[in-house]
């Protein structure tokens, strides 16, 4: 899954974005637990699963609850099509993402055209300063069926100026899904977590790396699952709640933290723990960023998976603590286009 280093800003232009949610936190604990004891299904299979039993009267309650409450899939009005309502093989995806981390030189590579991948803070001439930090905001454009890429062209001075890059068919960088295939998936994607976990993993592209960093089996499951909401155009609740389920059903799934993304909104952090070394690539974790309360997507997190000094403790490198945020690229637009190069 992972890809040849690259420099920074090489890795800043490849970050991607998606749509905006509102942000309901206030009744999130409640709603959330609410909304899975309606459901009432009982839970089983993968390690993790849990099922809090409800009774009669707080059924009622929650019942009563939720029908004054408005369960959106995101910021669009009624009138407004969903994107896979209006969007065609030759259409496009725009994403936008900003993306905030310490101002330290850096090395990601990322999968296909989200997110999900690794980060590391690179030993270089330039010193490594993690008392601050820096952001950018990038925009790509993918095609609807992935049979192409763009970015802007920022040697021409007009912003609407794009760079396109063909892609083999039916692919998005040979690594990912592309949106029309996430959003099948998405679609016909089944509410119980454990059969869920089984069709995106049936679904997700393999990695062909062989250098690719040491993983646990849930590890690598977690990346396939958070590559479907950073691929799809748009994640309907229910499956946004579904793929919650999978990601806190995960071994080693860690207890939701409450953080505040790059654009200022409220959302939780959630990764999973596993093979972390004092090792390039293998030091840090990526978590994904989740709506507190709908459960969108927000974007990924990497964090500091072990205690290490940058560049190794004989080079003088600055130390991180196990848990220190490192970077965090937050969606921020996702929206269907007619063609590279268009933003709404």
């Given at each position: 899954?992972?890809?040849?280093?690259?420099?920074?800003?090489t890795?800043?232009?490849?970050?991607?974005?998606?749509a905006p949610l509102?942000d309901h936190?206030?009744l999130a604990?409640?709603?959330?637990r609410?909304?899975?004891?309606?459901?009432g299904?009982p839970?089983?299979?993968?390690?993790?699963w849990?099922?809090?039993?409800?009774?009669a009267?707080?059924?009622?309650t929650?019942?009563?609850?939720l029908?004054t409450?408005?369960?959106?899939?995101?910021?669009?009005?009624?009138?407004q099509p969903?994107p896979?309502?209006?969007?065609r093989?030759d259409?496009?995806?725009?994403?936008?993402?900003r993306?905030?981390?310490?101002?330290?030189?850096?090395?990601?590579?990322f999968s296909?055209y989200g997110?999900?991948g690794?980060?590391d803070?690179?030993p270089?001439?330039?010193p490594?300063?993690?008392?601050?930090?820096?952001s950018?905001?990038?925009e790509?454009?993918?095609?609807?069926?992935?049979r192409?890429?763009?970015?802007p062209?920022?040697?021409?001075g007009?912003?609407d100026?794009?760079?396109?890059?063909?892609?083999p068919?039916?692919?998005?960088?040979?690594?990912?899904?592309?949106p029309?295939?996430?959003?099948?998936?998405?679609?016909t994607l089944p509410?119980?977590p454990d059969?869920?976990?089984?069709?995106?993993?049936?679904?997700?592209?393999?990695?062909?790396?062989?250098s690719a960093?040491?993983?646990?089996?849930?590890?690598?499951?977690?990346?396939?699952?958070?590559?479907?909401?950073?691929g799809?155009?748009?994640?309907?609740?229910?499956?946004?709640?579904?793929?919650?389920?999978i990601i806190?059903?995960l071994?080693?799934?860690?207890?939701?933290?409450?953080?505040?993304d790059?654009q200022g909104?409220?959302?939780?952090a959630?990764?999973v723990d596993?093979?972390?070394?004092?090792?390039?690539y293998?030091?840090n974790?990526m978590?994904?960023l989740?709506?507190?309360?709908?459960?969108?997507?927000?974007?990924?997190r990497?964090?500091a998976?072990?205690?290490?000094?940058?560049g190794?403790?004989?080079?003088?490198?600055?130390?991180?603590?196990?848990?220190?945020v490192?970077?965090?690229?937050?969606?921020?637009?996702?929206?269907?286009v007619?063609?590279?190069?268009e933003?709404?």
């Amino acid at each position: 899954m992972a890809e040849p280093a690259m420099d920074e800003m090489t890795a800043v232009r490849r970050l991607r974005a998606d749509a905006p949610l509102p942000d309901h936190a206030r009744l999130a604990p409640a709603r959330r637990r609410l909304l899975d004891e309606i459901e009432g299904r009982p839970w089983h299979g993968r390690a993790g699963w849990k099922l809090k039993a409800a009774g009669a009267v707080a059924a009622v309650t929650a019942a009563a609850l939720l029908s004054t409450l408005t369960l959106r899939e995101d910021d669009r009005t009624p009138t407004q099509p969903a994107p896979t309502a209006t969007a065609r093989p030759d259409s496009w995806v725009y994403h936008r993402v900003r993306l905030v981390l310490l101002n330290c030189p850096a090395g990601m590579s990322f999968s296909g055209y989200g997110e999900v991948g690794s980060f590391d803070l690179s030993p270089t001439t330039r010193p490594c300063d993690t008392k601050t930090r820096k952001s950018f905001d990038s925009e790509h454009w993918i095609r609807y069926d992935g049979r192409s890429t763009a970015e802007p062209d920022t040697g021409t001075g007009d912003p609407d100026d794009v760079r396109a890059w063909a892609q083999p068919a039916g692919s998005a960088s040979g690594q990912m899904l592309p949106p029309q295939q996430t959003d099948a998936l998405l679609t016909t994607l089944p509410e119980d977590p454990d059969a869920a976990l089984k069709a995106i993993l049936k679904k997700s592209v393999p990695t062909r790396v062989t250098s690719a960093y040491r993983l646990t089996q849930a590890q690598r499951d977690f990346d396939e699952v958070v590559e479907v909401l950073s691929g799809a155009s748009a994640v309907p609740a229910d499956k946004a709640r579904t793929i919650h389920r999978i990601i806190t059903g995960l071994e080693g799934a860690t207890e939701p933290v409450e953080v505040t993304d790059g654009q200022g909104r409220k959302a939780v952090a959630i990764g999973v723990d596993g093979n972390f070394r004092d090792a390039a690539y293998e030091r840090n974790s990526m978590q994904v960023l989740l709506d507190p309360e709908t459960f969108a997507y927000r974007g990924v997190r990497w964090v500091a998976g072990t205690d290490y000094y940058v560049g190794g403790r004989a080079s003088g490198g600055p130390f991180v603590a196990k848990g220190t945020v490192l970077a965090t690229a937050t969606r921020v637009a996702t929206v269907v286009v007619d063609k590279a190069g268009e933003r709404n």
